[in-house]
Nanobody
Framework: DVQLVESGGGSVQAGGSLRLSCAVS????????MGWFRQIQGNEREYVAT??????RAYYPDYKKGRLTISREGAKLYLQMNNLQPEDTARYYC????????????????????????WGQGTQVTVS
């Protein structure tokens, strides 16, 4: 099974930046959609970004602006967050889903399907 462990969350003032990391282990030599999600207290989990591991191509939901950038280096997934605002306060999760090709990642993010197979425990981000 794939294991994911997030780190890098914390408290930051509005306008600040954070870089979240997700250590990934146990994955096979196949393609995955690896994504970042967030859950604001009382709300449903929502997409932040996802990446197709075989090509490195990133996908973002239509409503997301350019302050959040996903990347991957080897067995680590990153989320760079700039100009953070109080509405970004949430618990951030990384997740993985085995897929045949990147079109699956693109389809899932644009249709809001958050049914990824493997999830980390999350890391809290608080912006004040």
């Amino acid at each position: 099974d794939v294991q994911l462990v997030e780190s890098g969350g914390g408290s930051v003032q509005a306008g600040g930046s954070l870089r979240l990391s997700c250590a990934v282990s146990g994955y096979r030599n196949t393609g995955y959609c690896m994504g970042w999600f967030r859950q604001i207290q009382g709300n449903e989990r929502e997409y932040v970004a996802t990446i197709w591991t075989a090509s490195g191509r990133a996908y973002y939901p239509d409503y997301k602006k350019g302050r959040l950038t996903i990347s991957r280096e080897g067995a680590k997934l990153y989320l760079q967050m700039n100009n953070l605002q109080p509405e970004d306060t949430a618990r951030y999760y990384c997740a993985a889903y085995a897929a045949r090709d990147g079109s699956v990642c693109e389809y899932k993010i644009h249709t809001g399907q958050t049914d990824y197979t493997y999830w980390g425990q999350g890391t809290q981000v608080t912006v004040s």
